[in-house]
């Protein structure tokens, strides 16, 4: 897949950087998606990288019954679409059961497939079928050689629209750690792979029942990301994380973004 023209809408394919999907963990409202989709669009456009919205129009995997999930699936799904709209931008959200793939595709340009779903074979079928882009992240507990099998059951649709996210493995009950060299393994599939810079940072398992975080080392892992040579970053931001309502423990501020960005072009460009 040349994901440089198979994404609709996707702006600044020439410059040769990565890309970035980026976004809230949850759509909590319409004012706040546009506000964070405009200012990373803005950044996005003055640095040359392309770049995909992403918002979740509904949580399920939560660690307790309370837990926010979202404010209603077609009031978000319509925040995504027009989002997108207003921006010109691709959009994404994840799906978690087979009808919500045809029902999500309605209204966004890419299809993300949490990691714990990653081996469900009727999900990634179900989501191959829509035809769009279908983002697969990697199961904490999945290797990367494995991931193939995920690529394959898509591909076996008729869809070669597939992305591959590395988002952290498993590490003791309640920590996360990267291996960059699933990195590389994954490309060598054929496919574009994503290090997620926020997940991949997370603590689960806590004994408050809400996850923790090290948002801390965003940069740390990103950098590296880009060094490795990623095709594209993920990033969740957020303008105040200590009041979003789902993973503000792990998110990047709104206003930390842009220098961020800068400093990982110029790697980018470095490496070039």
Request: hydrophobic letters at 40%.
């Amino acid at each position: 897949m040349n994901w440089t023209t198979d994404i609709p809408k996707l702006k600044n394919t020439g410059s040769g950087n990565f890309f970035l999907i980026a976004g809230p963990c949850a759509i909590e409202g319409e004012q706040m998606a546009f506000d964070i989709a405009g200012r990373v669009d803005e950044i996005c456009t003055r640095l040359g990288i392309p770049y995909i919205f992403k918002g979740s129009y509904r949580k399920a995997n939560r660690s307790k019954r309370d837990s926010f999930t979202g404010i209603g699936d077609e009031k978000a799904l319509n925040i995504l679409r027009a989002v997108g709209e207003q921006y010109g931008l691709p959009v994404t959200t994840d799906i978690h059961s087979d009808p919500e793939a045809a029902l999500a595709a309605q209204y966004v340009d890419m299809l993300q497939i949490p990691a714990f779903l990653c081996r469900q074979t009727s999900l990634l079928v179900a989501a191959a079928q829509t035809g769009k882009v279908v983002n697969i992240k990697k199961g904490q507990f999945v290797s990367p050689e494995a991931m193939r099998f995920a690529v394959e059951k898509v591909e076996e649709e008729g869809n070669p629209n597939v992305f591959l996210t590395e988002r952290g493995t498993t590490f003791g009950y309640q920590d996360l750690i990267v291996d960059f060299r699933g990195l590389p393994v994954m490309q060598s599939f054929g496919v574009p792979v994503v290090l997620d810079c926020t997940h991949s940072l997370q603590q689960p398992n806590q004994s408050s029942g809400v996850t923790g975080g090290r948002p801390a080392l965003i940069e740390t892992i990103a950098r590296a990301g880009v060094a490795v040579g990623a095709d594209g970053l993920f990033i969740e931001t957020h303008p105040k994380p200590s009041e979003a309502k789902s993973d503000g423990a792990n998110m990047l501020p709104l206003d930390r973004l842009e220098a961020l960005l800068e400093r990982l072009v110029s790697i980018r460009q470095a490496l070039k």
